[in-house]
């Protein structure tokens, strides 16, 4: 089954760029979508980046994401980081069946 | 602006089925650029995708959660449905419904969640 892997934390000071990875397992990352959101705790999830790169409207250009093949993983870079960026970050994308993984998240210290 | 909103129990005891409810405003079921899913998370931990349909009747069930899953569409009300049976503890969390665009399998908007809790 495919696999979307994701360090479990990390952490960086204000002001700071922070880059969270997203590997995935087989086959081809870049073959299928992906997305990120954010969560706050005790709050829905929000997008931050879909389709692989875009930004929702709303969304500051702090946050930008991007595809390395290379590597088979997805990335989601926040620049110029703030306190109220802390929260949790889940990549996801769909396997060739039709079926939605979701990463296992990333939690993010702005210390 | 789309909006959607989960009810049901907040209760199930084991071994029954829970069944919740999503209704649609903003936007028609029957959209043919929308899948239409659930997600859920149990406490402190991640997302998982529990599965979705399409305005064509078509679903897709998460393969960890296949056997057990139903997820089912009225058109008349906005709704849509997920029913999962034979629930146990570990079936304890916050239950999403959210939107889908087909295109980029990506979830927009999401409801608020509905935290369903087993136990006797």
């Known amino acids: 089954n495919f696999m979307l892997t994701q360090p479990h934390s990390v952490s960086e000071s204000p002001g700071k760029t922070v880059t969270i990875s997203c590997t995935g397992s087989?086959?081809?990352?870049?073959?299928?979508?992906v997305q990120w959101y954010q969560q706050r705790p005790g709050s829905v999830p929000i997008t931050v980046i879909y389709?692989?790169?875009?930004?929702p409207s709303g969304v500051p250009d702090r946050f930008s994401g991007s595809i390395d093949s290379s590597s088979n993983s997805a990335s989601l870079t926040i620049s110029g980081l703030k306190t109220e960026d802390e929260a949790d970050y889940y990549c996801?994308?769909?396997?060739?069946?039709?079926?939605?993984?979701f990463g296992g998240g990333t939690k993010l210290t702005v210390l | 602006q789309v909006r959607l909103q989960e009810s049901g129990p907040g209760l199930v005891k084991p071994s029954q089925t829970l069944s919740l409810t999503c209704t649609v405003s903003?936007?028609?079921?029957?959209?043919?650029?929308?899948?239409w899913s659930w997600i859920r998370q149990s406490p402190g931990k991640g997302l998982e995708w529990i599965g979705y349909?399409?305005?064509?009747?078509?679903?897709y069930y998460s393969p960890s959660l296949k056997s057990r899953v139903s997820i089912s569409v009225d058109t008349s009300k906005n709704q849509f449905s997920l029913e999962l049976r034979s629930v146990t503890a570990a079936d304890t969390a916050v239950y999403y419904c959210?939107?889908?665009?087909?295109?980029?399998?990506?979830?927009?908007?999401w409801g608020q969640g509905t935290l369903v809790t087993v136990s006797s």
């Open positions: 959210a939107r889908v665009y087909e295109v980029w399998h990506w979830f927009d908007p």
């Open positions: 903003g936007d028609s079921i029957t959209s043919s650029d929308f899948y």
């Open positions: 349909m399409y305005s064509s009747g078509n679903t």
């Open positions: 087989s086959g081809s990352i870049a073959s299928n979508y």
């Open positions: 389709e692989d790169i875009q930004r």
């Open positions: 996801q994308s769909f396997d060739n069946n039709n079926h939605v993984i």
